[in-house]
């Protein structure tokens, strides 16, 4: 999604947060991969996540540095399984695996206190 996107998705409100700062609380590390947890807009169901470091977490390098403010990031669309609505996560993460910005279309990340799903 580019800069104009990104812009009115903003302007719009509704699902989009970001900042420049680490959010802490949003991610378990558990070495080989990271856990995000997600929020379904539709019918409030709970999902966790686990991505892998070598090969779902993506490097911002070349002309990918460009479009986004992490030195990792993600770009996903997950599917739950109670009303099956695609959710579709950007989520950008520091060098230490820490969120610094999120977009999620039809949904939103929660922090892993907040997560009330299966564990
Ligand atoms: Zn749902």
């Not at 420049?20 to 080989?32: A, E, K, L």
């Not at 996540?49 to 070349?62: D, F, P, V």
Request: proline letters at 4%; hydrophobic letters at 30%; glycine letters at 10%.
């Amino acid at each position: 999604m580019g800069f104009l996107a990104d812009l009115l998705q903003r302007l719009k409100g509704g699902s989009s947060q970001s900042g420049p700062r680490p959010q802490v609380g949003f991610t378990t590390d558990d070495g080989q991969a990271l856990w995000i947890y997600l929020e379904c807009e539709n019918c409030g169901e709970h999902i966790k996540l686990r991505l892998r470091k070598t090969s779902e977490i993506q490097r911002r390098e070349g002309l990918d540095r460009e479009e986004g403010p992490g030195e990792f990031f993600i770009r996903k669309t997950i599917i739950g399984s109670r009303c099956y609505r695609p959710l579709e996560a950007e989520i950008e993460f520091d060098r230490r695996y820490q969120v610094i910005a999120s977009k999620v279309k039809n949904g939103r990340l929660i922090p892993r206190s907040e997560y009330k799903g299966e564990q």
